[in-house]
C-alpha cells in the first residue's frame, strides 16, 4: 500500500467544526485563557518533563504506566502514528523501533524544541504545532491516532475527539488516556484534600521548583460518556483498561513517594477485573467504522 509522502495537506473540517461554522452553538463555551495557561504551563516545565519519567514518585510511575498502557494496546507495527498532545516526544523511541513513522503534534513550543532536539534528525519522526481540537492534516491519513494527558484539559473535547478520527483512515486505531470520575484517589483529591489545603498549597508553590499548575477545569470521565463521545466521532470501543490505582490519598502520595509508587504497581493487574473502577484513570482503544 503506498502512502502519502506527508499528511500535511488541506485541512478537511470534522462534521462537528463544519456544524459550527454553520451557526450551530458550541456545546461548551471556549476558554481560550485556559489554553493559554496550560500551554504556557508546559512551556515551563518542557526541560524537566522526560525526567519525571524516571521519578522515585507515585506521579512517575503514573507517566512510566500511562505510557506502557499506550504500548500494550498499540497493534500497527510499520504504521503511521500520530500524537496528540506529544509533549518532547516521549512515544517516539519505541515506535519508530517498531518501523513507525512518527508525527507529534503540541501546542507547546517548547516541547516541540526539546522533542526536536532529542529526535528530530530521525527521518521517521515528525513535529508540528497544533493543537487537538484543529488539526493541520489531511483526512485519513493514519493507522493509530494516541492521545493522553490532553482530552481532559482542551476546550472542547468532543470536537478534539471528531477531529482525531477524522484524521484516522478507515479501520484505524484511537487510543485515547481518560481520567476516571469515580476515582476514590480522585474524589478525594478533589472535593476533599484540595479545598481543605488550597491556602498552604498556594505557599508551596510558591517555594517550590516546580512550577504551578494554571488553574483549569480538568474534566472527568465514564466508561457510558466516552463510548458516546467516540461514537459521535464515528468510533467503536474496542477495549479498556484501567490504570494508576493509587491508595495512598493525598498528601501520602507525597510523603511516601517510593512506596505509594511500589504499592501502585502491585494493583494494576486490576486493570480489567471486578476493581477496575478504582483506578485514576482509563485508556481506550477504539476503531474508525
Known amino acids: 500500500m503506498t502512502r502519502p509522502t506527508s499528511p500535511l ?8 467544526a463544519r456544524q459550527r461554522a454553520e451557526g450551530e452553538p458550541a456545546v461548551k463555551k471556549r476558554t481560550f485563557a485556559q489554553a493559554r495557561a ?23 510511575y503514573a ?7 499506550i504500548l500494550e494496546l498499540f497493534d500497527t507495527p510499520g504504521g503511521r502514528v500520530l500524537d496528540v498532545g506529544c509533549g518532547p516526544g516521549i512515544m517516539a523511541p519505541e515506535l519508530i523501533a517498531q518501523n513507525c513513522t512518527f508525527w507529534g503534534v503540541d501546542a507547546s513550543p517548547e516541547m516541540l524544541r526539546h522533542g526536536r532536539k532529542s529526535h528530530g534528525s530521525h ?27 490532553v482530552i481532559e484539559f482542551v476546550d472542547d473535547d468532543q470536537l478534539a475527539v471528531s477531529e482525531m478520527a477524522r484524521v484516522l ?24 484534600f484540595y479545598p481543605a489545603t488550597s491556602p498552604v498549597r498556594r505557599l508551596y508553590y510558591r ?33 479498556v483498561v484501567y490504570c494508576y490505582f493509587n491508595v495512598f490519598l493525598s498528601p501520602l ?17 486490576f486493570g480489567r477485573g471486578r476493581l477496575r473502577r478504582l483506578g485514576g484513570g482509563f485508556m481506550v482503544k477504539a476503531s474508525k467504522g
Open 253 to 269: 502520595e507525597h510523603l511516601f513517594p517510593r512506596l505509594s509508587a511500589r504499592v501502585s504497581e502491585k494493583l494494576e493487574p
Open 63 to 69: 507517566f512510566r504506566v500511562r505510557k506502557a498502557r
Open 207 to 239: 517555594l517550590a521548583t516546580r512550577p504551578r499548575k494554571p488553574h483549569i477545569k480538568q474534566r472527568v470521565y465514564t466508561e457510558e460518556q466516552v463510548s458516546e463521545m467516540l461514537k459521535h466521532g464515528g468510533c467503536k470501543v474496542e477495549d
Open 169 to 192: 483512515k478507515p479501520g484505524g486505531t484511537l487510543i485515547i488516556g481518560f481520567p476516571n470520575r469515580y476515582s476514590p484517589f480522585r474524589l478525594w483529591r478533589d472535593f476533599v
Open 123 to 149: 527521518r521517521s519522526v515528525h513535529f508540528a504545532l497544533g493543537t487537538a481540537e484543529r488539526l493541520s492534516f489531511s483526512s485519513e491519513v493514519f493507522d493509530v491516532v494516541i492521545c493522553a494527558g
Open 9 to 16: 495537506g488541506p485541512r478537511v473540517p470534522s462534521s462537528s
Open 38 to 60: 496550560v500551554t504556557a504551563y508546559f512551556d515551563r516545565t518542557a526541560e524537566a518533563y522526560s525526567a519525571w519519567y524516571g521519578d522515585e514518585s507515585w506521579l512517575g
